[in-house]
């Protein structure tokens, strides 16, 4: 027996999925452990190797694939304890992180803090040098300004350094001599070029791209090269691979040639995931929503694929390439309720994370959270979490909430926790209609894809609210991303800056970068080991109206770049504008600028049962007793049966209210609202009786 293994260390639990040959999954939480998060790893890899009877040695030894992804990257950003970054840049031009794109994220806020640079304004300084935007040197590079800039840097104490010059994605050479001189000065500091990290037009984003990854490079390195180290002292024979924020994986080598790629990469899993598991019910076009113990990320899909997109900032700073659209908000398990100086109730993005954690771990935690709002109202099972290897105090999560909460406000612990509950739905609600309405895009046809361990609690009331027919929940909805990891694609990008426009396409100077591009994309698949049968390569163009500052990547269609390809591309692009801009200029000429290769390695991926092909039959043999548990609909706590999710035969049917325990995730059916299961444990939730209802209940809140 062989598995495949995913590993996604987040704010509060490090879960672990396992795949074995046979299709068999297992899934795991263990405590993320900050801020040594290797423990986590450790521990978690052992708890599954002895689930499946073996030594942790010999269970990696049969591992063929382990993909990990982790938030250390993303954690060093927020906190902002990262190492000392300089930044070495064209003389004069040290200031663009200052000058940024002249763009306020809040336009007309005049007394908006400008965000904190990740490189002090003393620990930028300019080497003489000049190329012209078509790659031309116009001032040859003076190697001893090089020299006493590195030197500078070096007793002004820069722990890793940015080089970022103008127009080194045309002409690269000048910033590949500056690395040469700089490892010749600081042997000891990590030099990232900004021309390997984001060979693309646009100074700003391509200097901040350099100097998140120099700022998140020595930690990750470190923690990179000691875990590949570590699996491979405790038997793993293949080469671990990281989680990318485009949605695929690659090579610890790999990654720390581009580290901004690992920022914000964990949620990027869940679409990768979705669309594998969209398979079960033949759905395409899906709403993908993850809620874990810090936040809620959505995602929406169209013909199974996440949209990708070279805007995500993260700390107000752009990370420059391809990512998932994954839209996040402050809003998990662990988010914590509180009063503001208005009296008013809210909600997160502070978050009680793992340690202390809600206040029903009983560790210390004092302040009312989700979950404990959750345990209050019956939802969550004190005796049943992570399948009983952890026991909620539910007195513990009413004190906290009778005190924070209803005693600030004058109402009790039971319609505090509903008030938690309501507006942290009304907050995810909105997170969802940021991808969907506020594009233009009608959520309602959509399937909902619940993951995450808090997901499914909420998943069934989101979806009412918003008209969404169906819900489905896979089995490995409790660890989405990790599971996602171990179906995903190995996945490198490229691109190349060929400035054209269609009336004036230069096609053989496109085709010439085509070419480039993807041999290059082949070479290095073939060196992960990946044979011809597959490679897949996928191409795309940055385009834009002439004069216009934002642009948009549009696919090119595969075989020879012709004129009828590229009218395809503009019509392509046309379209796509009217969507996103509801306007479009059909007849106005079209400017390309990045013609962009992905090469994708294919990876097996495991079979998948189709929960539409089952006959309907009882839920009784998955009865498990019943809780009290408060529905709005009903205005009470009520009797609710409660069923085993791991009983669940092929085709069990129930009707809501119903509660569903797992080891990983717990299921809230709302009333109305009717459910099918397989012996797997996916569940597909129809919302459809539910959703005239739930207007209903909507308006009546917030009459009240």
Not at 469 to 478: F, K, N, S, T
Not at 511 to 531: C, N
Request: with cysteine; charged share 25%; net charge negative.
């Amino acid at each position: 027996m062989s598995w495949r293994v995913g590993i996604d260390i987040g704010g509060t639990f490090t879960d672990i999925a396992v795949v074995a040959e046979d299709g068999d999954v297992t899934l795991w939480k263990e405590d993320s452990t900050h801020p040594h998060p290797e423990i986590g790893v450790q521990r978690g890899l052992a708890a599954v190797a002895a689930n499946a009877g073996l030594a942790l040695d010999e269970f990696l030894a049969r591992t063929t694939l382990l993909v990990h992804g982790s938030t250390i990257a993303t954690n060093i950003v927020i906190e902002r304890d990262g190492p000392q970054v300089g930044l070495l840049c064209t003389e004069g031009f040290r200031d663009v992180l200052l000058f940024r794109d002249g763009f306020k994220w809040e336009r007309f806020n005049d007394r908006l803090p400008r965000p904190r640079d990740f490189a002090d304004r003393s620990r930028r300084l300019g080497v003489r040098e000049r190329v012209a935007p078509d790659g031309t040197v116009v001032e040859p590079l003076d190697e001893q300004s090089v020299r006493d800039a590195a030197r500078e840097l070096g007793r002004r104490g820069a722990e890793a350094i940015a080089v970022s010059l103008l127009w080194s994605n045309a002409n690269p050479a000048h910033e590949r001599r500056v690395r040469e001189l700089v490892a010749h000065e600081l042997p000891d500091v990590p030099v990232i070029i900004a021309s390997d990290v984001l060979p693309e037009i646009g100074e700003w984003v391509r200097t901040s791209a350099a100097v998140l990854s120099a700022y998140v490079y020595p930690r990750s390195a470190r923690y990179l090269g000691e875990l590949k180290t570590w699996l491979r002292e405790h038997g793993l024979r293949r080469d671990v691979l990281i989680m990318q924020v485009n949605g695929g994986c690659a090579t610890v080598e790999r990654t720390l040639q581009v580290p901004a790629g690992i920022l914000i990469s964990g949620p990027a899993a869940a679409p990768a995931a979705a669309r594998h598991i969209g398979e079960r019910v033949d759905a395409q076009d899906m709403i993908t929503v993850d809620m874990g113990g810090t936040s809620f990320d959505v995602c929406l899909m169209r013909a199974g694929e996440a949209p990708l997109s070279r805007t995500i900032q993260l700390e107000h700073q752009p990370i420059g390439v391809q990512a998932v659209e994954v839209h996040s908000i402050g809003a998990g398990g662990g988010s914590i309720a509180w009063i503001d100086s208005g009296g008013a109730l809210r909600v997160g993005p502070e978050s009680a994370g793992a340690r202390p954690g809600p206040a029903a771990y009983g560790q210390g935690g004092e302040r009312p959270t989700v979950t404990d709002a959750n345990v209050v109202l019956g939802y969550l099972s004190p005796e049943a979490f992570l399948g009983g290897r952890r026991t909620l105090d539910a007195a513990r999560a009413r004190q906290a909430l009778e005190q924070h909460v209803g005693d600030p406000l004058g109402i009790d612990a039971l319609a505090a926790a509903a008030g938690v509950i309501e507006l942290v739905n009304a907050s995810m609600v909105d997170a969802i209609r940021v991808v969907s309405v506020q594009r233009g895009i009608d959520p309602r046809p959509f399937l909902l894809v619940a993951g995450g361990g808090a997901g499914p609690l909420h998943a069934g009331r989101l979806a009412a609210e918003l008209g969404i027919e169906r819900v489905l929940v896979p089995a490995e909805a409790g660890t989405i991303c990790s599971f996602g990891m171990t179906v995903t694609d190995v996945r490198h990008d490229y691109a190349a800056m060929v400035h054209t426009s269609s009336a004036d396409p230069a096609l053989a100077d496109v085709r010439a970068a085509f070419a480039e591009l993807e041999q290059r994309a082949r070479d290095d698949l073939a060196a992960s080991g990946f044979g011809p049968d597959a490679i897949a390569l996928e191409r795309s163009v940055d385009a834009r109206y002439e004069g216009q500052v934002h642009d948009l990547t549009i696919a090119v269609p595969p075989g020879e770049l012709d004129a009828a390809a590229l009218a395809q591309v503009q019509r392509a692009f046309h379209a796509a504008h009217a969507e996103r801009y509801t306007w479009s200029i059909e007849e106005h000429a079209v400017e390309f600028l990045h013609w962009r290769v992905s090469g994708v390695g294919l990876m097996e991926r495991p079979a998948t049962a189709r929960l539409t092909e089952l006959e309907p039959r009882s839920a009784d043999a998955a009865r498990n007793g019943t809780r009290l548990a408060w529905f709005a609909e009903l205005g009470e706590l009520v009797e609710t049966p409660v069923y085993d999710r791991a009983r669940f035969e092929d085709g069990a049917t129930l009707s809501g209210p119903a509660l569903i325990d797992s080891a990983t995730t717990t299921v809230v059916v709302n009333p109305g609202q009717t459910l099918i299961a397989d012996a797997r444990g996916s569940l597909l939730i129809d919302c459809v009786a539910n959703l005239a209802g739930a207007g209903t209940v909507a308006m009546e809140t917030k009459e009240r």
